[in-house]
């Protein structure tokens, strides 16, 4: 079993800035895809960001260039530096990780493994 144990949420203001950790405790993590989600109450999760073992990214459309993910496989983390947050996201983010090897952009994340979720809330 995976474990994923995000931090760093919190309350900030429009325009602010927050970084989001995600430690896993698995073995061998550099080879697996990681990920961050999002879900507002009543709606569907969505994929914020993610990275494959090799360090290719991806980024929703409303994130990109404000958003960053990497990780650091010395200390099996992953991150999501956020800038310029806007109050509608305002939501619950989550750290996901693949159950698959090795898996490119495309193939990435289906059926991860899940965090618990930190909250994210930016005031206008």
């Known amino acids: 079993q995976v474990q994923l144990v995000e931090s760093g949420g919190g309350l900030v203001q429009a325009g602010g800035s927050l970084r989001l950790s995600c430690a896993a405790s698995?073995?061998?993590?550099?080879?697996?895809?990681m990920g961050w989600y999002r879900q507002a109450p009543g709606k569907q999760r969505e994929l914020v960001a993610g990275i494959t073992s090799a360090g290719s990214t991806k980024y929703a459309d409303s994130v990109k260039g404000r958003f960053t993910i990497s990780r650091d496989n010395a200390k099996n983390t992953v991150y999501l530096q956020m800038s310029s947050l806007k109050p509608e996201e305002t939501d619950v983010y989550y750290c996901a990780a693949d159950r698959n090897p090795i898996r490119t952009i495309t193939t990435m994340l289906t059926n991860p493994y899940w965090g618990q979720g930190t909250q994210v809330t930016v005031s206008s």
């Open positions: 698995r073995r061998n993590f550099s080879i697996y895809a």
